[in-house]
């Protein structure tokens, strides 16, 4: 019986139960041999990629294992290496196990920071209550520049309280050691915002300052009489001033506009019911946050009549306003203000209309850098926030529809009239003059 060639399956089973006859090896056939092999085997992979998918696969054709996608593909689309690791992490599960649809992830935002998941992977020796005010940031149940450097410097004191130096170590050199990793998992469960980095930072002069004959109780003792210190003194005293300061820019009759939320505009809006004045605030608002919702509850209770309205109905609302305050998640050197999302909106439209635009802000929100917009560095806020209230139910997104959210923007400091910080009223132009002024560090 001849011997089939390459080109020829043949059968299974030689007739008689014997088994084929081996094909000739690679190495013993010509070159010509081998692309004439490489090129059969071409046009049968072809043949087979063009089957419709209802018809049967060769039986004599062994089942190929699929490769791993490689750059970045997902689905079938490439997406080159743009979408990062948390959006293939969080992507939905594919049509063959869930019926449902790939997250492609949104490529050209792919640097903001993404929200993370709250069961994120706990790497190294974390303090539990490091974990829990992670899953708090995550979850945005702690939300707020002011109200996130409190809470992160208020659990770093209960880390130093059960920190324990290693043997011949000391305490100045091994603590920064410790909190590394604490501070690694709360950037893991959310980018960390200005004031967490100056405080963070404060913290590291505090830390290696501390003598290294100092016994271990006094120098923990030390670091948290400087950590109540920072929060009573850059925090606390400083609201109470620029609430002071800019409590007297509000006069009787006036109408003050003011954006989403901030604790500082907050503060200065109910200090100056208490000294009894006489105003009225429109409180302007937009999604996914919506926390316009928890000030508007807050001034209503203390007796302030008050406006709620979203954002596109910014044009018509400030034809009535008289002032515009709004807070700030940090001011760069430059004068930008970066805060929540809407802002340089509001601000720009309130210039156009001829409105003052005042801005309240600690100095230790100061931060060194320059951004001239708010593309550059910023976060994606959940299209779902788990501490919202209501009996809203969750509404399943479009087959074809991805959800962006930025949290932040950037205000140029030319739609700016004043900045009210603990030092006085200033120019956006002079904001970088501050840090040096005082003498010490943001």
């Known amino acids: 019986m001849p011997v089939p060639t390459i080109a020829d399956p043949g059968p299974s089973v030689a007739p008689g139960g014997s088994k084929p006859p081996a094909q000739p090896s690679q190495k013993s056939m010509t070159k010509a041999e081998r692309r004439e092999l490489q090129e059969k085997q071409r046009a049968a992979k072809l043949a087979q990629k063009q089957q419709p998918a209802g018809s049967m696969a060769p039986k004599n054709k062994p089942p190929t294992t699929p490769k791993k996608a490689a750059f970045g593909e997902t689905g079938g689309v490439k997406h080159h290496g743009l979408v990062p690791k948390d959006v293939h992490a969080n992507a939905v599960a594919d049509d063959k196990t869930s019926g449902k649809p790939i997250s492609r992830g949104l490529q050209i935002f792919s640097h903001f920071g993404l929200p993370k998941p709250i069961g994120h992977t706990v790497k190294g020796d974390i303090h539990p209550e490091i974990i829990r005010l992670g899953l708090l940031f995550s979850e945005f149940k702690i939300c707020g520049a002011n109200a996130r450097a409190i809470a992160t410097l208020t659990t770093f004191k209960k880390v130093i309280h059960e920190y324990t130096t290693p043997a011949h170590n000391t305490l100045s050199r091994h603590l920064m050691t410790h909190l590394s990793p604490q501070i690694t998992h709360l950037v893991s469960a959310r980018p960390m915002s200005v004031t967490m980095g100056n405080a963070i930072r404060q913290l590291k002069l505090d830390i290696s300052a501390v003598d290294i004959d100092m016994v271990e109780a006094d120098a923990k003792t030390h670091l948290n009489h400087q950590i109540d210190n920072y929060i009573r003194d850059r925090i606390i005293l400083a609201g109470e001033v620029i609430t002071g300061l800019a409590g007297k820019k509000i006069k009787d009759g006036d109408v003050i506009l003011t954006y989403a939320r901030s604790s500082i505009v907050e503060k200065v809006l109910l200090h100056a019911r208490e000294m009894?004045?006489?105003?009225?605030?429109?409180?302007?608002?937009?999604?996914?946050?919506?926390?316009?919702?928890?000030?508007?509850?807050?001034?209503?209770?203390?007796?302030?009549?008050?406006?709620?309205?979203?954002?596109?109905?910014?044009?018509?609302?400030?034809?009535?306003?008289?002032?515009?305050?709004?807070?700030?998640?940090?001011?760069?050197?430059?004068?930008?203000?970066?805060?929540?999302?809407?802002?340089?909106?509001?601000?720009?439209?309130?210039?156009?209309?001829?409105?003052?635009?005042?801005?309240?802000?600690?100095?230790?929100?100061?931060?060194?850098?320059?951004?001239?917009?708010?593309?550059?560095?910023n976060e994606l806020a959940p299209s779902r926030v788990t501490r919202s209230t209501g009996d809203a139910k969750a509404v399943s997104p479009a087959l074809n529809l991805e959800t962006l959210n930025p949290l932040y923007d950037l205000t140029p400091p030319t739609f700016i009239t004043a900045v009210v910080t603990e030092v006085g009223l200033i120019p956006p132009s002079s904001v970088s003059s501050i840090p040096l002024a005082l003498g010490r560090t943001l």
Not at 283 to 303: C, H, M, R, Y
Not at 352 to 359: E, I, L
């Open 276 to 377: 009894g004045k006489r105003f009225s605030v429109i409180v302007v608002d937009s999604p996914p946050l919506l926390e316009g919702k928890i000030l508007l509850k807050n001034l209503t209770s203390a007796g302030i009549p008050c406006t709620y309205a979203l954002l596109p109905a910014i044009s018509s609302l400030l034809t009535e306003a008289s002032t515009v305050f709004i807070g700030a998640h940090s001011i760069f050197s430059n004068g930008a203000v970066y805060s929540r999302a809407g802002t340089a909106l509001v601000a720009m439209m309130a210039k156009g209309h001829g409105v003052a635009v005042v801005v309240c802000c600690e100095t230790y929100k100061f931060s060194e850098g320059v951004m001239v917009d708010g593309f550059g560095k």
